[in-house]
């Protein structure tokens, strides 16, 4: 039972990522999926959601109009487009499923 995230990097502002993350051990289309972050010296934070069928998703205020998260049941794997990237967007990101969590992909955003 795993989440492997993918696709974090280095980017300069107003640049973009797509973050992956493909799911193994379980059923997924059963679960809502999230994504979420942690800026260096902060706490984790929730970034977006979508249900286990994709059909609802919400975001937090910070990245609403920037971010899309998506997910393809039929190869178990949630993804997170990030658009209009900022400085602070850099941190840590994790995709989790009820109770179970990835390692995490860094992104930066720096010139």
């Known amino acids: 039972v795993q989440l492997v995230e993918s696709g974090g990097g280095l980017v300069q502002p107003g640049g973009s990522l797509r973050l992956s993350c493909a799911a193994s051990?379980?059923?997924?289309?059963?679960?809502?999926m999230s994504w979420y972050r942690q800026p260096p010296g902060k706490e984790r934070e929730l970034v977006a959601t979508?249900?286990?069928?994709?059909?609802?998703?919400n975001y937090a205020d910070s990245v609403k109009g920037r971010f899309t998260i998506s997910r393809d049941n039929a190869k178990n794997t949630v993804y997170l487009q990030m658009n209009s990237l900022k400085p602070e967007d850099t941190a840590v990101y994790y995709c989790v499923a009820p109770v179970l969590w990835g390692q995490g992909t860094q992104v930066t955003v720096s010139s």
């Open positions: 051990g379980f059923t997924f289309s059963r679960y809502t």
């Open positions: 979508i249900t286990s069928g994709g059909g609802s998703t």
